[in-house]
């Protein structure tokens, strides 16, 4: 009895360790997979807080070479806030990579709180 006790408790540490190194090698590949998203252009747009209604686009350089982004900016017309439309696309590819929408404040707009009345 001791004896099959024993070997279950060995078997249930020998799974759950096999589990962990699965999922450890799992994730370490997924790793391997280059992942652009909207966010990292994000950062770089919104480094000062002044806006323009633009379209710009590039793309990400040598780091990224099949990668480009878009973005869309317009004001809101309410209390100052500005929509960004930010697309990112893959070349040979019809369907974008990621989009996300980010409503920024900025006092500065002409519909802010502190930015020149109409």
């Known amino acids: 009895m001791e004896v099959v006790i024993a070997s279950a408790i060995f078997f249930l540490a020998v799974f759950a360790i096999l589990a962990l190194v699965s999922s450890t090698l799992r994730n370490a590949r997924s790793l391997r997979h280059i992942q652009v998203d909207a966010g990292m252009i994000a950062a770089q747009l919104f480094k000062t807080n002044k806006f323009s209604e633009q379209v ?3 793309d990400f350089g040598s780091a990224y070479p099949d990668y480009s982004w878009q973005t869309e900016s317009m004001e ?3 209390n100052g806030l500005w929509q960004f439309n930010i697309t ?3 070349r040979g590819q019809h369907e974008p990579v ?3 929408s980010l409503f920024i404040f900025s006092p500065e707009s ?3 709180p502190f930015g020149p009345r109409r």
Do not use: F, K
Request: charged share 20%; aromatic share 0%.
């Open 56 to 58: 710009e686009s590039g």
């Open 76 to 78: 809101a017309q309410t």
């Open 88 to 90: 990112v696309m893959r």
């Open 98 to 100: 990621d989009q996300i």
């Open 110 to 112: 002409s519909s802010g």
